[in-house]
């Protein structure tokens, strides 16, 4: 705001100067008019040029100190929040601060195929480097497109042909699945993951329908944040209830296995701004992709973004949260109560796999429910 308006500012006054300088030079050329008895003749019109050049350079130079000395206050009322925030996720100009990514990724022949650059796209959206320019090539389709495509959220299989494998280990769904059966490239295995209740750190789909209608309020748009293959929004789907997925292609083709179901994924990662207005969704899912590997700042950030997008009354689900026992009563818990939300659930549980033995790691489960206006 401060930059704009002083921008505008210098505009104005650079406008200003053009004008003076003009009324000056004419002043000048009339001048010289008006003074026949001068032995020399009048100083021809590139002169004149030159002048009019030399009194607009000074006073570019002269605003331009002036800007330089008004700098340092203008930089005191840059808001703190907007310095941590570019500290942790450059803004925009994190795009020149990875100027052999970017060349790289806008290196093309307009109007021709574009490089099978995924890859490259990913890495510079990790790196803050969001929203990518927008390019003038075609991007590249499979060679063999599918025939048909799954009409049930939960088929069995995905087709191959409907991914480009290039910068992948693995070139088929079978091979993900035999690598890591748990990361939902074979959806039909997920199809119980969200009904069931095994441990209290469990919410079955149908409590969580009845929790909403007891409360009389509606669940109709969610969005699943870090929601891998889509699994969530899937089981959504058979209530009828529309969930959008942000998810990120990291070594795996996760928005391609979304799309495949039939649902939408949302290429954006977790630092970036959630691309959904304030108070449009009715619940927000956090699923393991929200955990303690995050640095805690960039968490503030993404619970108040969360926070921006449901609407009064709207759940937030914090689906098997992992930290470490003592942070999460010193540090996540009381992030998650400056929220101000009403505890539904809470439930916390260890982590018995060998990582969350090894690092004393527990779970939370809850949810929460924003108040219905502020
Ligand atoms: C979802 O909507 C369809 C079509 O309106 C309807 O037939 C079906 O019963 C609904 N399912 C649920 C779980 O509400
Ligand atoms: C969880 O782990 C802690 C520390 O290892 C242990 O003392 C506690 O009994 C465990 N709780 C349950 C319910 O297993």
């Given at each position: 705001m401060g930059f704009t308006f002083s921008t505008m500012t210098l505009n104005l006054v650079l406008l200003m100067a053009m004008v003076a300088t003009n009324i000056l030079s004419l002043y000048h050329l009339s001048s010289t008019l008006q003074s026949?008895?001068?032995?020399?003749?009048?100083?021809?019109v590139p002169d004149q040029l030159l002048h009019q050049l030399h009194t607009i350079r000074a006073t570019i130079s002269h605003l331009t100190r002036l800007q330089n000395t008004h700098n340092p206050a203008q930089k005191s009322t840059i808001p703190s929040d907007l310095l941590l925030y570019s500290h942790l996720s450059p803004i925009a100009s994190s795009c020149h601060n990875h100027p052999e990514l970017l060349h790289k990724y806008m290196t093309y022949i307009p109007f021709s195929l574009c490089p099978s650059d995924s890859d490259l796209a990913e890495s510079l959206i990790l790196r803050g480097c969001h929203p990518l320019p927008r390019r003038r090539c075609f991007s590249k389709t499979p060679q063999k497109p599918p025939v048909s495509l799954p009409e049930n959220p939960f088929p069995s299989s995905l087709p191959d042909n409907a991914v480009i494998w290039d910068h992948y280990s693995c070139k088929s769904f079978d091979c993900l699945n035999k690598q890591n059966?748990?990361?939902?490239?074979?959806?039909?295995?997920?199809?119980s993951r969200f009904n069931s209740y095994k441990t209290d750190l469990d919410l079955p789909i149908q409590q969580l329908l009845q929790i909403a209608a007891a409360a009389k309020s509606a669940l109709r748009l969610g969005l699943d944040v870090?929601?891998?293959?889509?699994s969530f929004a899937a089981s959504m789907r058979l209530r009828n209830v529309t969930v959008v997925t942000t998810t990120m292609?990291?070594?795996?083709p996760n928005s391609e296995a979304v799309a495949l179901r039939g649902l939408v994924p949302l290429h954006v990662p977790l630092q970036q701004r959630l691309p959904l207005f304030d108070g449009v969704v009715d619940l927000v899912r956090c699923g393991r992709a929200v955990n303690r590997w995050i640095p805690l700042t960039v968490m503030e950030f993404l619970l108040l973004d969360v926070d921006r997008v449901l609407r009064g009354g709207g759940y937030l689900w914090v689906d098997h949260f992992f930290s470490k026992v003592v942070d999460l009563e010193k540090v996540y818990a009381p992030l998650i109560g400056k929220l101000g939300y009403k505890k539904v659930k809470w439930a916390t549980g260890n982590k018995t796999d060998a990582s969350g033995v090894k690092n004393g790691e527990v779970y939370l489960t809850a949810l929460l429910q924003k108040p219905v206006s502020r």
């Open positions: 026949p008895k001068s032995p020399k003749p009048p100083p021809p059966p748990n990361l939902g490239f074979e959806p039909s295995r997920d199809i870090g929601g891998g293959t889509g292609n990291v070594a795996v």
